[in-house]
């Protein structure tokens, strides 16, 4: 094989697995929360797989994982059931206020109700609180 076609399927295949050579992780829901007078910075994403990507800016490591089989059955109905869903809260105007957002990647044409939306924020929070927050 040619040098240059060595090169040019190694970028293609650096490109479809991003550099590190593993594959691109395309996360469906992404939960965040920020704020309050303990400084919450905290991030999840899950991909439609079931697996996690959890940080805060308290810690420098990103803990990874996979989310349980009920998780991911919870996960994959709100993916069929809702299509783009974004969420996020405040708890009041003051400059301790803590913020939620959430946003989910669906594929179906629904919207949560405000019990959905409750208990998506709740769901995420958990998922990152059981699974993905640094110890």
Excluded: H
Aim: hydrophobic share 35%; proline share 4%; aromatic share 8%.
């Amino acid at each position: 094989m040619n040098r240059r076609l060595f090169l040019a399927l190694t970028w293609v295949a650096a490109a479809a697995c991003g550099q590190s050579g593993k594959p691109k992780f395309d996360p469906v829901l992404s939960w965040r929360r920020d704020g309050g007078i303990v400084g919450f910075c905290d991030e999840l994403d899950i991909s439609a797989a079931g697996e996690f990507r959890g940080k805060s800016c308290k810690f420098p490591q990103t803990n990874s994982g996979r989310i349980s089989k009920e998780e991911l059955d919870q996960l994959q109905r709100w993916l069929g059931d809702f299509g783009k869903v974004s969420i996020e809260t405040k708890d009041s105007p003051a400059a301790d206020a803590v913020t939620v957002a959430i946003l989910l990647a669906g594929k179906g044409t629904g919207q949560p109700d405000d019990g959905g939306k409750r208990e998506m924020l709740r769901w995420a929070q958990r998922v990152y609180s059981q699974r993905a927050a640094s110890k």
